[in-house]
């Protein structure tokens, strides 16, 4: 059995673990936060710029010993930025866990140099429009910025071309002092981890993160307009897509909904990638190459998309049909066989997964963070089977009935 202990160090940083001594490896993470939505325009796309700065070295350790490092320890490692919060992990062996927390610590205090924020400047310019040349060529930003507005969780992750080619260092350095504070970060940890290790190492470690002053506010931005480098039409004209590409939004649970159970098996049934309705009267017929529906769970609301892709010709009806089996749930629900299968799928899925350390680590961290809240193995499972057809209806009807905000990238637009 795994231990869940965690910790208040004296400077606000969270300290967590899932323990489980039986493990062979430990995950190691710092969730910030310091997200998309805590941007404002003259910062927009600075966590995940911040989220690469944190690789070209510190003041002990060139961007070379950062990397070679990292190799030398072994594991996987990586980073990722999202809406509401950045990431930093790294799974090793166990005998490797204060190397690898003392070099994660060092790296989030990073040098910021000039030169460096101008190279990797050119890099994140590359990665937009990289992004912007694939499908679905920007459509799932657009709906978020069209159903959010272009601020808070409807912000682009990676920013806009305007924004990042106008962005300074001194911006980024004021962000860094505002955002990267011990309270809004928590240490994370889960398999064969030594907490109290990891405890007396962290004391040590952050004891003077808090000592930069907060830089002075930024202004507030102008509501009336839009950012430069944002539009909100709801179509994407795309001149050389072969295909056609819809993308819906629509309300869902929270990350501290007790719905948001129910509405993972019910978008399971619903929209899986395999097996699911769509599935079976989209995909597998020929008709659509995805249809697909799922949710996704921020601190304070939710959200419920669905993704079509098809022949611009046969947009209109597939269309048509994915609503049809959407209405159909939201009237009639699911039947129990439905639901004890997909439950038996998920179960299985999540005891699988607890199997690795790092995905304990991400679902704790970020539950820690937004939440204050751990939930446990066995707990979890026994909220996904306390789920019953009555709950799915409920929230089918809730959140399967609104009218949900639609983007469309095309070739061909008299179609859509």
Known sequence: MSEFRHVTL?????????????GYSAAIGYFVRAGAKDETDPQSGLSHFLEHMMFKGTATRSAADVNRELDELGGNSNAYTSEEQTVYYASVLPKYQRRMVDLLTDMLRPSLRADDFETEKQ????????????????AFERV??????????GRRVLGTTHSIENMRVETMRDYFHTRYRCENIVLAASGNVDFDDLVAQATDA????NDVPVPPATPADDLDRLPEGIQTNPRIDIPDASQAYRVTLSDGPSMASPDRYAMRLLTSILGDDGGSRLFWDLVDTGRAEIATLWGQEFAETGGLFTYLVCGPDQMESNTRLMNEAIEIVAREGVDEDELKQVINKTVAGVIMSSERPSQRLFSMGS???CCREHLALDELLDAYRAVDVDAIGRVAKAHLQS????????ASLAHT
Do not use: S
């Open 10 to 22: 004296p400077n606000g940083l969270q300290v967590v673990a899932d323990i489980d001594t039986r």
């Open 367 to 369: 539950r820690w963070l």
């Open 144 to 153: 978020m910025e069209c159903c959010y507005g272009p601020r808070g969780l």
């Open 123 to 138: 890099v994140i310019l590359e990665e937009i429009a990289k992004y912007e040349d694939q499908p679905p060529f920007g």
């Open 403 to 410: 009218e949900p905000t639609e983007v469309i990238a095309t």
């Open 206 to 209: 952050n004891a003077t993160w």
